[in-house]
């Protein structure tokens, strides 16, 4: 069954260090998207990225926040100057009619 | 602003009972409806979804529902305690669309 994979499980970077956090979404889909959840909070939206280009994205998706899709198959999440509160799960999805989760990326800015 | 709202619980059913559990939503021009379940540490599992008024049902899971009421539901029949989870509910407004997540239900199935 196909599924959406996350690299890396585990992040743990210093305050002020940039990170990249990797998806592969589902190959015949078309719509990704990144979510955060903070812990034992909500599920929150950043962006979505359709057809090369964001179609949408949220108040939390500031200048420090880019994504890109490198290739065919990857779909990257950049976080310039982490911060401490940028420590989190990160979810990428991907959707046609359905949307999947990925397993998710602990990122922990110290 | 778009908002889903449910009850953050915990909802404490006895095992074998049915769980319900409940989602209103503000936007008017969602269209469909997505059950996950999530449990502690993991990411969301998608149960089902809905798009139609009435009941969609897929095994021990049942979907209603009622947009004249912007109400979704999920019952759960012969709950077991692999169900404790927390049950989110999104909404989307068509194909593409961005999906709207309410905070979660936590539900504790006891045995």
């Known amino acids: 069954e196909p599924e959406v994979t996350q690299t890396p499980s585990h992040q743990v970077t210093q305050m002020g260090q940039e990170v990249i956090l990797r998806c592969v979404p589902i190959?015949?889909?078309?719509?990704f998207y990144w979510y955060r959840q903070i812990l034992g909070q909500k599920v929150e939206f950043l962006v979505s990225?359709?057809?090369?280009?964001?179609?949408?994205k949220s108040e939390i998706f500031d200048d420090q926040f880019s994504v890109e899709r490198p290739d065919g198959s990857n779909f990257t999440l950049k976080i310039r100057s982490t911060k401490l509160e940028d420590s989190a799960m990160y979810f990428c999805?991907?959707?046609?009619?359905?949307?999947?989760f990925g397993p998710g990326t602990r990122l922990t800015v110290t | 602003q778009k908002e889903v709202e449910q009850n953050s619980g915990p909802l404490s059913v006895p095992e074998g009972a049915i769980a319900s559990l409940n989602c209103t939503y503000s936007?008017?021009?969602?269209?469909?409806f997505f059950w996950y379940r999530q449990y502690s540490g993991k990411s969301p599992e998608l149960i089902m979804f809905?798009?139609?008024?009435g009941d969609k049902e897929d095994g021990r899971f049942t979907a209603q529902l009622n947009k004249a009421s912007q109400y979704v539901s999920l019952l759960i029949r012969d709950s077991q305690p692999s169900d404790s989870a927390t049950y989110l509910c999104?909404?989307?407004?068509?194909?593409?669309?961005?999906?709207?997540f309410g905070p979660g239900t936590r539900l504790s199935v006891l045995p």
């Open positions: 999805a991907s959707s046609g009619i359905e949307q999947y």
């Open positions: 190959s015949n889909h078309l719509y």
């Open positions: 990225f359709y057809n090369n280009e964001i179609s949408e």
């Open positions: 936007d008017r021009g969602s269209q469909s």
């Open positions: 809905i798009y139609s008024n």
């Open positions: 999104a909404a989307k407004r068509g194909y593409g669309q961005n999906f709207v």
